[in-house]
Nanobody, 117 residues
């Protein structure tokens, strides 16, 4: 069964940190480009960070220098380390995996991140 399962979300104060994890099953994890997206209430889903199969990373401007994406192919897990969190980072964070045909894309179910004092 192809599946991505996120964990690590929660409530944190402004300036705090969280580490999200996304563990895959049923896919050849090492060939996938993995991304984190987020969706705040009333807003469209937006790309946060991406890591390719070779380890190249890219970040949205609004998280550069605060968030770090990484992957552990042996554990089939991608991480998002989030530091210096702001209230505007509050959203549901989704993990996405994408690979070239015949493989496709897969989404996780999301994990809630809330930043509030």
């Amino acid at each position: 069964q192809v599946q991505l399962v996120e964990s690590g979300g929660g409530l944190v104060q402004p300036g705090g940190s969280l580490r999200l994890s996304c563990t895959a099953s049923g896919i050849i994890f090492s060939i996938y480009t993995l991304s984190w997206y987020r969706q705040a209430p009333g807003k469209q889903r937006e790309l946060v960070a991406t890591i390719t199969s070779s380890g190249t990373t890219n970040y949205a401007d609004f998280v550069k220098a605060r968030f770090t994406i990484s992957r552990d192919n042996a554990k089939k897990t991608v991480y998002l380390q989030m530091n210096s969190l702001k209230p505007e980072d509050t959203a549901i964070y989704y993990c996405n995996g994408k690979a070239a045909p015949p493989y496709g894309g897969v989404w996780g179910q999301g994990t809630q991140v809330s930043v509030s004092s």
